[in-house]
């Protein structure tokens, strides 16, 4: 099963156990993270092409997930405000926005996504960091530069995990955000993109996600792919 070799993938990592939080979480709900979109295999999505070079396959990847959790995001980006995210909470923390100087400020939630966004869009479209010709090479700061591309998509799924999943499921967007959620994770894993540490924070909705079994499809659905 797909899901469970992304147990035993991420098993490698040795991700420390968390005390369980004091608030519900709806998003640990069986009838949520039962839901998820069973079209494709994520193993599939996640394994290196033959042929591919990594550091193209790393860029292209990082374009489609930025993609595809800017869409996520822009679908409660309304709810997402200075007054409902006063600060950035993304599962049990309140992240920081640290500026290219190494200072670190409190912001909100959609400050930080609007700073997210623009590193992001900065380094993917940087041609000294991530060459579009054929003849130039990636250079040393690329998988630096992408690691940090991925923490920033890790911290914008937890937002909207933390502080928009009723949201989410009001819209029906929880299957899009737990397969969405369960790729990025394992294409990390995979790639090392990810410290331990940060994939322990939501080790709770890992581990419900991989030991709970997806709801059959209805035939003749025509639900969409992440």
């Known amino acids: 099963?797909?899901?469970?070799?992304?147990?035993k993938l991420l098993g490698k990592h040795k991700i420390k156990k968390k005390a369980p939080a004091e608030t519900e979480k709806l998003y640990l709900d069986p009838r949520c993270t039962s839901s998820r979109i069973l079209d494709a295999d994520i193993l599939m999505l996640v394994a290196l092409p033959k042929g591919v070079n990594v550091d193209e396959w790393l860029a292209s990847n990082a374009s489609a997930f930025y993609n595809h959790i800017s869409l996520m995001y822009g679908s409660i980006s309304e709810f997402c405000t200075i007054s409902s995210c006063p600060t950035m909470k993304a599962w049990a923390i309140q992240i920081q926005w640290t500026d290219e100087k190494g200072r670190k400020r409190k912001c909100s939630g959609p400050q930080y996504a609007d700073y997210a966004a623009s590193i992001i869009q900065k380094i993917l479209t940087d041609e000294d960091l991530v060459?579009?010709?054929?003849?130039?090479?990636?250079?040393?700061?690329?998988?630096?530069?992408?690691?940090?591309?991925?923490?920033?998509?890790?911290?914008?799924?937890?937002?909207i995990y933390t502080c928009h999943f009723k949201t989410v499921v009001n819209l029906e967007l929880h299957p899009h955000l737990n397969t969405l959620y369960l790729h990025?994770?394992?294409?990390?894993?995979?790639?090392?993109?990810?410290?331990?540490?940060?994939?322990?924070?939501s080790e709770d909705l890992t581990t419900a996600l991989i030991n709970s079994s997806p709801c059959p499809k209805a035939s003749g659905s025509n639900s969409r792919n992440t």
């Open 184 to 201: 990025l994770l394992l294409f990390c894993a995979e790639f090392h993109l990810l410290d331990s540490r940060e994939m322990a924070l």
């Open 1 to 7: 099963m797909v899901f469970q070799a992304v147990g």
């Open 131 to 159: 060459p579009t010709k054929h003849c130039n090479d990636f250079p040393k700061a690329f998988k630096p530069a992408i690691q940090k591309t991925f923490r920033f998509l890790f911290h914008l799924l937890g937002h």
